[in-house]
């Protein structure tokens, strides 16, 4: 649901996104088929690929959920928000405890943000990102 | 925490229709926005 409501929030800026120069790829850990269906019931306009064995999100170093999650109170607050925004959880593929990150890369590999998820649903300020993609 | 963007930039990932992709063509020429989502679901 987290994912979901990430992947609307991008979506509604995408235009504004683009404006920048820059190009935007969302990563999942599902399989094909959801994700196939995540860009179809949420008509996700940029590219979706898969690491379907969490290779890439290993080189990343994306943190993983911790019991510390479930009594971090803004954790709460995001799933409720989430819920709101983009319906209740649907399949979490084979590594549901993954969490996610969000990151900024130029030519030459670059790195020029990276922020990684505390919790589920704690995404990147996307003000912030617009201005870096900016540069 | 250090990343290394260049192992990122080499790695194959594929599309949902099952085609391979050279993670890094997605920044070679521009900034990318990169976001990994937990998951589909």
């Not at chain 1, 959880?89 to 790195?111: C, F, H, N, S």
């Not at chain 2, 963007?5 to 194959?12: C, G, K, Y």
Request: glycine share 12%; net charge negative.
């Amino acid at each position: 649901m987290t994912c979901r409501e990430r992947a609307g929030q991008v979506r509604e800026r995408y235009e504004e996104i683009l404006s920048t120069g820059a190009g935007v790829v969302a990563i999942g850990t599902g399989g094909k088929r959801y994700a196939k269906a995540f860009i179809e019931d949420l008509q996700v306009p940029f590219e979706v690929l898969l690491d379907e064995d969490g290779s890439a999100a290993e080189i990343v170093g994306t943190n993983t959920v911790g019991i510390g999650m479930a009594v971090n109170p803004r954790a709460w607050i995001a799933g409720a928000r989430a819920v709101k925004a983009a319906g209740p959880q649907g399949k979490t593929g084979r590594r549901p405890m993954q969490l996610g990150a969000t990151l900024v890369i130029a030519p030459g590999d670059q790195l020029l943000y990276v922020e990684f998820e505390e919790y589920a649903g704690d995404h990147a300020d996307l003000d912030e990102l617009v201005a870096v993609l900016r540069g | 925490m250090s990343i290394d963007v260049s192992r990122l930039a080499d790695h194959v990932l594929i599309d949902p229709d099952g085609n391979e992709h050279r993670f890094g063509d997605r920044w070679s020429e521009q900034r990318a926005l990169v976001l990994f989502l937990r998951h589909f679901g």
